[in-house]
């Protein structure tokens, strides 16, 4: 009878171990409860929130170095474009020094056959007859020396210009403009001194040269550059709807020109930024 108390009892504490190695296994397979449940999913969520601030600060750094390259781009056109009238103003510098020799090229020999015919006249005059117009080649060479005079004004300004002292070339060209208001690089002072102002930021009386060339001279080269100029000014002036009518005018105007391209750009950029 004791040994069958003794295998029972070893019975017992046999299943009595299977009981603790199982449960632990059951606790293990059994579902989470609700509260687990939660905080993994507010895990998750955060994670994802995390996730989504990262890709929106990245978002916010790409949208920034798009806008600094738009800006640099801009500035570079300008600069090009600036290069590009200079070399135009060196082209028509060069043009009107040319045609000035041509014109005292010509008026040379008129000259000297006036000289030639001035002897037979006066001995063809009765004696007390004035001699014939000694004086009259005076007048030719006062009007070359004061066309002299203005294209080494004019040059002076422009060279004020390329070095980028914008203070003393709008003070050339505002000179060159009153004293020689008929001559012909006139409409390229005005367009020069909007540029000058332009430069400085003085974009309001930047505005009236461009304005006062487009009015005066209307067919000068400098057209399309200054209605260009003139949109651009106003943009600046924060005058977004004229600057725009404005730009489309040199569009529409000078459709050909380089003007136009830069024109019909910068509308691009402004109808991108108003997305």
Do not use: C
Not at 166 to 189: C, H, M, W
Request: overall charge positive; proline content about 4%.
């Amino acid at each position: 009878m004791a040994h069958r108390f003794m295998a029972n009892l070893s019975m017992a504490g046999a299943l009595a171990s299977a009981l603790l190695f199982v449960a632990p296994v059951h606790a293990q397979n059994s579902p989470m409860s609700l509260s687990d449940r939660v905080a993994r999913l507010e895990q998750q969520q955060q994670n994802q929130d995390q996730n989504k601030v990262g890709q929106l600060n990245q978002l916010q750094q790409l949208q920034s170095m798009i806008q600094q390259q738009q800006g640099q781009i801009e500035e570079l056109q300008h600069q090009v474009q600036q290069l590009q009238d200079q070399n135009k103003a060196q082209y028509t510098d060069l043009d009107s020094r040319v045609g000035r020799l041509e014109k005292q090229g010509s008026a040379a020999p008129a000259s000297s056959a006036t000289a030639a015919q001035a002897p037979a006249a006066s001995a063809s005059a009765p004696n007390n007859a004035a001699p014939a117009a000694t004086s009259t080649p005076a007048a030719p060479a006062e009007s070359a020396a004061q066309k002299s005079a203005a294209l080494n004004a004019y040059n002076a300004a422009f060279k004020s210009l390329r070095a980028g002292d914008y203070v003393s070339s709008s003070r050339g060209f505002r000179e060159f403009i009153q004293k020689y208001p008929n001559d012909a690089l006139t409409p390229n002072a005005f367009y020069w001194l909007g540029e000058s102002y332009y430069a400085t930021t003085n974009y309001q009386v930047a505005v009236e040269a461009f304005k006062h060339l487009l009015s005066q001279y209307p067919q000068s080269d400098k057209a399309a550059d200054a209605t260009l100029k003139l949109g651009y000014s106003q943009l600046e002036m924060k005058q977004t709807d004229a600057g725009i009518d404005t730009l489309k005018s040199v569009v529409s105007k000078y459709p050909n020109s380089n003007a136009a391209k830069l024109a019909q750009e910068r509308l691009r950029r402004l109808s991108q930024s108003t997305r």
